[in-house]
Nanobody
């Protein structure tokens, strides 16, 4: 079992930056690939970014590549999502998730999920 708790969300203006954190507890954090997903009101959950167990492999959704950066600190059992140049369309609840194995952009391949943190970008 892995427990995940996101933090760092809030209300920002378009063009601002925000860093989300996801703290993990339970089984060995470094055994898991981690992902960030988001869900806007009335929309399906969508993939944002994923990172492998070591941090050496990452993958991004096309619309986030270049603006968002995923990273992890296995010593702190934490994964981060640095979001720059935020847009109003980035408004959503952001979730982190964990899975055994390699990186994946598919939400149904993640076994563990946090409760989410709200990011609101005003234009």
């Amino acid at each position: 079992q892995v427990q995940l708790v996101e933090s760092g969300g809030g209300l920002v203006q378009a063009g601002d930056s925000l860093r989300l954190s996801c703290a993990a507890s339970g089984q060995t954090f470094s055994s898991y690939a981690m992902g960030w997903f988001r869900q806007a009101p009335g929309k399906e959950r969508e993939f944002v970014a994923t990172i492998n167990w070591s941090g050496g492999g990452t993958y991004y959704a096309d619309s986030m590549r270049g603006r968002f950066t995923i990273s992890r600190d296995n010593a702190k059992n934490t994964v981060y999502l640095q979001m720059n140049s935020l847009k109003s369309e980035d408004t959503a609840v952001y979730y982190c998730a964990a899975r055994k194995g390699g990186i994946s952009s598919l939400s149904n391949q993640y076994a563990y999920w946090g409760q989410g943190t709200q990011v609101t970008v005003s234009s």
